[in-house]
């Protein structure tokens, strides 16, 4: 087994304070951070930090705002445990504890001049969405853009208000799709793997970026594979596994891979054929 280098900058807790904070469904809880003297967390898309209350404990979250959005970033957070419960409590004003930024994001350099098919599923939207945005805010650096997002139901959708703006944008295609409709649902009723066979794309430029829960993982990739996208231009997020992220406690090791310090970004060649891993 590989041994872990940590620096003591890694080990470091800074004060977040919360500039703001709203419900954005009746689980997920979006907020905006700040660190001290307005710091900039100089975070790469698809990195995450720990973050912690005193107390109570510390997890792995996801960063959702892209890197160009300076003074502040987002994070969104589900109910779904005794940190998390407790991260719902707080609101604008009160303060969290800070470590990271963690891990490898998203290859932005590699990237760029290349088209992009994003694949987002459930909350997969929540770290998804730095690497869109960071696309948007510098589009001149990339070339075509297919967004598609699944939900099971209308009312589990985030960040409403920016798919919309999404949808309006005459250089990104956008399409979304819900499990089970509502009566005012006009869109998709589906799986996400059923957007996929519509999208018309150049195997050899594009570069694929998947997050999602577990299950939807090895469907995308097959219908990703009939579009002849080369194995290593298909990014995966395994975020789900990690814990402290520093490689100590061992909750996120792959065969001979940490998520949270190889991750937890890996291309599709990397992983397949580790069971452990999709």
């Not at 987002?120 to 510098?138: E, K, M, Q, T, Y």
Request: charged share 25%.
């Amino acid at each position: 087994m590989k041994a872990v280098k940590i620096k003591d900058s890694e080990y470091e807790i800074k004060k977040g304070k919360i500039l703001k904070a709203k419900m954005l469904t009746t689980m997920e809880k979006y907020f905006e951070i700040a660190l001290p003297g307005g710091e900039s967390l100089d975070h790469e898309p698809g990195q995450f930090v720990e973050v912690s209350i005193l107390g109570i404990g510390e997890a792995p979250i996801s960063i959702s705002s892209s890197p160009t959005k300076r003074g502040s970033f987002e994070l969104v957070v589900r109910n779904a445990g005794k940190l998390s419960g407790a991260l719902h409590k707080l609101e604008a004003g009160d303060e969290v504890g800070i470590r990271g930024p963690f891990g490898k994001g998203f290859p932005v350099r590699i990237l760029e001049g290349n088209d992009l098919l994003f694949v987002a599923a459930g909350l997969g939207v929540v770290p998804l969405r730095s690497l869109i945005n960071f696309v948007i805010d510098n589009r001149r650096d990339f070339g075509k853009v297919n967004i598609l997002l699944g939900c099971r139901t209308p009312q589990n959708m985030l960040f409403n208000d920016e798919l919309e703006q999404w949808g309006k944008r005459l250089d990104v295609n956008f399409n979304c799709t819900v499990d089970k409709a509502d009566p005012d649902w006009k869109g998709n009723v589906g799986l996400i793997t059923t957007l996929i066979p519509g999208i018309n794309l150049e195997p050899e430029r594009t570069f694929a970026v998947v997050v999602g829960p577990p299950i939807m993982y090895k469907f995308v990739i097959v219908e990703l594979l009939k579009k002849q996208i080369p194995e290593r231009q298909i990014l995966v997020s395994l975020e789900r596994h990690m814990k402290c992220g520093l490689g100590k406690c061992g909750h996120c090791q792959i065969n001979n891979m940490y998520c949270c310090q190889d991750g937890p970004v890996f291309t599709y060649d990397k992983i397949k054929g580790i069971p452990e891993a999709l």
